[in-house]
């Protein structure tokens, strides 16, 4: 336990350093802008380079662990869109948030961080596979879904397709994902100083990020908790891992890091990307603020709980071994 408690506690003291920080110096989260924009376009992209174009290529193209892992999000969010469907009557873009707040979890920021403390540097290719493809596939379902609870015709149909695109392919984690998978395929790797550079830069990523997750917590709206928030909560926390968990046992025959920092990823607490979309929409935003929030805290014992069930080997690699 003391060895799980040794990953865990750095990880949310991180977090919580930040939400300090915000209750201490009462900076708007303007504050955050610069922060921001190196740990997005910056930082992490730096890690996924650096770690991807020195990895195996055989390693990149796992397309049963891609299906499997990405499989998991969709019915996670269906199952949560549907719930939602049920409980609004019907409004579509409100339940649409709420797949999204069941689903989408803050692989971006708490991913890489949380990943590498726990299995090491191996777990950075699942990591950035899923990143890439779970998010491919929320950056589709929001706008397809608001688009056709719209129903603005043809021309609504080009936007939204131009807005997936540009959403996908402009991302700076799937762009150096893209380049870091390039440099793989290529055996290419940048000159020393430039190397040196990007291993400054992966070292920050991390540390970083979690410290502007705790502030965007900190200063986040603390809306009216709906009812639906009390399954949104567990969904997000632990049905969305145990259905990666059964998918990816039932596919079987993956590295058990691998499974099991797709079962982490699956852990994580709802993305503020949630409530960034919610906002863009104008629908459900003090719910979803108040999602982050909810299964952020909550997640400092859920996967402080996994963890020790993975490195205690409570919870094995294979549901199902052969």
């Known amino acids: 336990m003391s060895e799980v408690l040794s990953m865990a506690l750095p990880f949310f003291g991180l977090i919580g350093l930040g939400v300090a920080a915000a209750k201490i110096w009462k900076i708007d989260a303007g504050g955050l802008a610069w922060m921001n924009i190196f740990i997005i376009y910056i930082a992490l992209p730096a890690l996924f380079f650096n770690l991807l174009s020195q990895t195996a290529v055989e390693e990149l193209t796992n397309w049963g662990f891609i299906f499997g892992a990405t499989l998991a999000t969709y019915i996670t969010f269906s199952l949560c869109f549907c719930v939602g469907v049920f409980g609004s009557k019907g409004d579509i873009p409100e339940s649409t948030i709420q797949g999204l707040a069941g689903a989408y979890g803050n692989i971006g ?11 090491g540097e191996p777990s950075i290719v699942p990591v950035a596979l899923i990143f890439c493809f779970d998010n491919t596939l929320h950056f589709v379902m929001a ?37 870091g998978v390039g440099a793989a395929v290529l055996e290419w790797q940048p000159p020393q100083a430039v190397g040196r550079m990007l291993t400054y830069l992966q070292g920050a990523a991390a540390p970083c990020a979690l410290f502007a997750m705790g502030v965007t917590v900190a200063l986040a709206d603390r809306g009216r908790i709906p009812k639906v928030v009390g399954f949104l909560v567990p969904a997000k926390l632990l049905i969305h891992p145990v259905i990666v968990y059964v998918i990816l046992s039932w596919i079987g025959d993956f590295e058990p890091v691998w499974v099991y920092t797709a079962v982490l990823l699956a852990a994580l607490p709802t993305a503020t990307n949630v409530f960034v979309i919610a906002q863009q929409y104008g629908v459900w935003v003090a719910r979803a603020s108040s999602m982050v929030i909810a299964t952020t805290v909550i997640s400092i014992f859920t996967v402080t709980g996994l963890l020790y069930a993975i490195t205690s080997g409570v919870l094995p690699p294979d549901l199902f071994p052969s």
């Open 109 to 119: 920021y708490m991913g890489p961080g949380i990943a590498i403390a726990a299995f």
């Open 143 to 179: 706008p397809l879904l608001m688009a056709l609870s719209g129903g603005d015709g043809k021309e609504k149909a080009w936007k939204v397709t131009w807005q997936v695109f540009m959403r996908i392919f402009t991302h700076p984690f799937i762009l150096a994902t893209i380049v």
